[in-house]
C-alpha cells in the first residue's frame, strides 16, 4: 500500500496565540460580509439535524439565501433526534470544579490524544453558549424545584455538567434547532427541500459550487448552486448494517464529496456503544441504545459460571461478576464507552454470556431501586425501561436488562480545518459528519454538544470569511461541471437499475456489514484487516453483477435510494480498514490487538501516529493516499488513559 | 406464526389504490412489524415484485417518520407505541391484518403506506416557535421555572409529529398535534411575547391546510404514542380565542 505525505496540501489554520484566546481572536480577524450584501450569497445546507438545522437557522437569521437539504420528509426527523441522554457545557451550575478548561481536557483526554487542541478548546468554550441559546428557544430541559436548570454526571465525567431533557435530550434540541428553521422558512430566507437525497458535490475551478439532488417522490435529478456548500449528513455506522443509528443514516453525501476531492480523515475512528440491547434473530434491521446515563445507577455483571441456569434474580452476589467493579475500582461501571464496550465483548467472547443467544450482559437496576426507591429511577430512565420492555418483552424493574455493545457514532469523518472548511475550498463539514473534534473516542453528551456548536456558533462566523472574496459571484446551473456531475448520477442510478441480478441490497448491506464489523469492529488485527481488505472488494464485484433493484427511477422507489448506500458503503468499508491497518497502534475506539498494555488497554504510539490520518481518493480501483496532519499537544500532557 | 395481510396498494399520488392480500409464513414473535414487512419485501423484490412502501427511519419511536392504520388503529393495537416499536408477539398465528396508509385529505398518499405530512411543517412554521435569534439568548439560569410547569411543557413538547391523530380522528383535525406545540411554547415564560399570535397563526394555517374541525371524540389522546393529553387542546383555544377578542392577527415575519 502507497502512502506518501504530500506535505503542504493540509493547512489546518489554526489561529497563533494562546490556546484561551484563540477563538476570540480568530473572530476579531475574519472578514465580515456587510449585512445588506448577506442576501446575495446563497448558501446550501445538507442535512437537518442538529449541525444542519442550526447552521440553516442562523445563516437565515443573518440574511443570507439558504437552499436545506434532507432526506427524510420532514427536517424534525433527523437522526439527531433518538439522542438520549444529554448535552455537555461547562456552566459550573453544581460548584463542582467544572470549567471551560475540565471539559476541554477531558474532551482531549477522553479522545485518547487524537484530537485538535484548539478545536477542542473552542468547543468547551461555546458550549455554556448553546444551553443559553436553547432555554431561550423553549427546550425543556430538566429542572430542579428550585426552577433552575438539573445537570448529571454522565459518561465517566467526575463532574455534572450534562443538561438533559428526560430520556430524549436530542428531540427536545432538534425541536428547538427546527423550530428555529422553521421560523427562517417563513421568513423566505430558508427554502426547504425534505425528501431530496444530494447525490453528487458539483467542483468548478477547484470550489465547491453546488450539488445534485434526487427528488425522492418523483426520482427527478436537480441541479443546485450556491456560493458554498455545507454538509452536516451525520455518521456512517450503518456501515456495519446493524449499529443504532437511524435506518437512513448513510456516508453518501461525504462519501461523493470524497470521491470529488474532500479528504477523508481516520475513517478507522468508530465508536462502539456498550449498552445496547443485543440482536434476537436474523431478521433484526437495527440495534436500539439504552442510554449509557443508565450506567450512573445500573450496575453490570455476568454469572461467574457461564452454566448458571437460575434465573437472574436467584442469583446470589457471591456467584456474580461485576466485572467492571473488580476491573476499574475507580470508575467501575462509569469507564469511558470504549473500555466498556471492549470488557463486554471479552467476558461474552468467554462464554460467560447471559439471554437466550449468550450475546449480552446483565445491567442491573435492583440495588439503585432498593437505594433509590422505584419511583426516583422511573423519573431518571422512565421512558427506556418502556422502550426495553418493548423490544424484548421483559421489565427492567424486574428483571435486569440484558445488554450489549453496538456500532453507534463515528469521529471520522470529511477533514476540515479550523474554520470547519475541507481541504476542497468553498465545501464546510459539520457535526458527526467531519472528523473534528473527538479524536478516537468521543466522550457521551458531547456529539450534540459539537453539532450546536458548529451550527450555532462556529460556522457562521467562518464562512463569512470565505464568502467575502465572491460577492456577485455568479452561480449558474448551465455549466459543463454542473453537466458532467448529473450525467454521472443519472449513470449510477441507471447501472443499478440494469443489473437485474438476484441479490437485494439489504442482504448485501448485512453481509458487508458482519466483515467490517468481525475485522474492522470492537478489536482489530493486521491479520484481520488484510483479510477484510480481500472479501470486501470480492463482496462488491458480486454487489454489481448480482444486484436487484426492482422498479424505475421516476418515482419512489426505496430499493434504489439502498442500493446508493451500499455501494459507497462498500468503498467506506475499504477505506476503513485501510486507514485501520495502517494505524499501528491501539487508541481510543481503534483497538489493534497486536498493541496493548499488559493490563490490556489501548497502547499508543505517539511518536509515530500523532496524526490526522487524511485519505485522498485517487479513483475507483486505485490505491488512496495518505496524507498526514500532525498533531501538536501544548495545554495537556500525553498520558496513558487509566480508569483504575 | 403465519398472518394474512391485507395492504393497501397505491403506484403514486395520482394513481388508484386497492388492497392486496399476502400470506406471510414463519413470522418471528420477537421481530417488530417492520421487520416483519422487511422479510415480506425481501421475498416480494427475489419474485419479482414491487416491494410495499412505508416510512420509516429511527425504528426507536421517536422520529416520527412511521405509522400506518392496522385494523383501523394507527399505529396497531397497543397503546403508546408506534408501529415501529410494535412486535409480533402482540399478534397470534392466523390474525388477518389490514394495513392502509393515514387516511386525511390533508396528507396526499405518496405511495402505499406513504403519506404528505408536509402540513405539519407549515403549521409549525406559522409560529410554533420562540423567535431568539443566534447569539441573542440570555444566561439560562436567569429564568428558573417552577419544575413543574417545566414538566407540563416537555410532556407537551414529547409530540413526534406522526400524523396519527389525524388519522384516527372521524373528522381528520390536526389540533392535538397544534395544540401541543402551542402549549409547549404558551406554558413557558420564554414563550409569552408571541403567545397570542402564535396561537392565532397556528390554527389559521391549520384551518387553510384542510384538516377537520375537533368535536372532541378524543380518539386522538387514545391513539398518540407519546400520550399527548387533549388538555393541550383546551389551552389553544382558550389563547386562541383570547387573541382573537383582542384583534390579534397571524405574524408577518421578515427575513433579515
Ligand atoms: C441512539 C443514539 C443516541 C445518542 N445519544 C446521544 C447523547 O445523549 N448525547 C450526545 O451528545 N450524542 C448522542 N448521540 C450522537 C448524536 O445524536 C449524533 O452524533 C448527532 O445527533 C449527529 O447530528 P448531525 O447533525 O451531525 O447529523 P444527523 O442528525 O444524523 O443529521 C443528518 C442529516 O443529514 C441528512 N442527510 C444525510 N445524508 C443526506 C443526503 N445524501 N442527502 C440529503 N440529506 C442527507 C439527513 O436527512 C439529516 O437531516 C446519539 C446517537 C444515537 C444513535
Ligand atoms: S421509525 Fe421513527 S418513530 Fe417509527
Known sequence: MESPNVSGVLDSKIPAGPLESKWEDHKGHLRLVNPNNKRKFTIIVVGSGLAGASAAASFGELGYKVKCFCFQDSPRRAHSIAAQGGINAAKNYHNDGDSVFRLFYDTVKGGDFRSREANVYRLAEVSVQIIDQCVAQGVPFAREYGGLLDNRSFGGAQVSRTFYARGQTGQQLLLGAYQALCRQIDAGTVTMFPRHEMLDLVVENGRAVGIITRNLVTGALDRHAAHAVVLATGGYSNVYYLSTNAKGSNVTAAWRAHKRGAFFANACYTQIHPTCIPASGDYQSKLTLMSESLRNDGRIWVPKNPDDKRSPDQIPDADRDYYLERKYPSFGNLVPRDVAARNAKSVVDEGKGVGPQKNGVYLDFADSIRRLGRKTIEERYGNLFEMYDKITGENPYVVPMRIYPAPHYTMGGLWVDYNLMSNVPGLFVLGEANFSDHGANRLGASALMQGLADGYFVIPYTIGDYLADFLNAKTPTDTDAFAAAEAEVRAGVDRFLKIQGKRTADSYHRELGRIVWDYCGIARTAEGLRKALELIPALREDFWQNLRIPGGSAAVNQELEKAGRVADYFDLGELMCRDALDREESCGGHLREEYQTPEGEALRNDEKYSYVAAWEHNGAGKAPTLHKEPLAFEAVKLTQRSYK | ?256
Not at chain 2, 96 to 114: G, I, N, Q
Not at chain 2, 141 to 150: G, V, W
Not at chain 2, 205 to 218: K, L, P, R, T
Request: negative net charge; aromatic residues 6%; charged residues 20%.
Open chain 2, 1 to 256: 406464526m403465519n398472518l394474512t395481510l391485507h395492504i393497501w396498494r397505491q403506484g403514486g399520488p395520482d394513481q388508484p389504490g386497492r388492497m392486496v392480500r399476502y400470506d406471510v409464513k414463519d413470522v418471528n414473535e420477537h421481530s417488530s412489524f417492520l421487520e416483519m414487512l422487511d422479510v415480506l419485501n425481501q421475498q416480494l423484490i427475489e419474485k419479482g415484485d414491487d416491494p410495499i412502501a412505508f416510512d420509516h427511519d429511527c425504528r426507536e419511536g421517536i422520529c416520527g417518520s412511521c405509522g400506518f392504520v392496522i385494523n383501523g388503529e394507527a399505529h396497531g393495537p397497543l397503546p403508546k407505541t408506534t408501529v415501529c416499536q410494535l412486535h409480533m408477539r402482540h399478534f397470534k398465528s392466523g390474525d388477518t391484518l389490514h394495513l392502509e396508509p393515514w387516511r386525511s385529505r390533508a396528507f396526499p398518499v405518496l405511495k402505499d403506506l406513504m403519506v404528505n405530512r408536509s402540513a405539519f411543517d407549515r403549521i409549525i412554521q406559522a409560529g410554533g416557535y420562540i423567535s431568539v435569534s443566534t447569539g441573542s439568548a440570555p444566561e439560562a439560569n436567569l429564568t428558573p421555572i417552577p419544575k413543574p410547569l417545566a414538566d407540563r411543557a416537555f410532556e407537551a413538547a414529547e409530540c413526534i409529529g406522526c400524523g396519527a391523530c389525524v388519522a384516527q380522528c372521524p373528522n381528520g383535525a390536526a389540533n392535538l398535534f397544534t395544540g401541543a406545540k402551542v402549549a409547549h411554547l404558551n406554558l413557558l415564560p420564554q414563550g409569552q411575547a408571541e403567545r397570542e399570535t402564535r396561537a392565532v397563526g397556528m390554527v389559521e394555517q391549520m384551518e387553510q391546510e384542510g384538516f377537520g374541525s375537533c368535536s372532541n371524540f378524543a380518539e386522538c389522546e387514545a391513539v398518540c404514542p407519546k400520550g399527548i393529553s387533549i388538555d393541550n387542546i383546551a389551552r389553544m383555544n382558550r389563547d386562541y380565542l383570547k387573541a382573537k377578542l383582542q384583534g390579534v392577527n397571524r405574524l408577518v415575519v421578515v427575513g433579515a
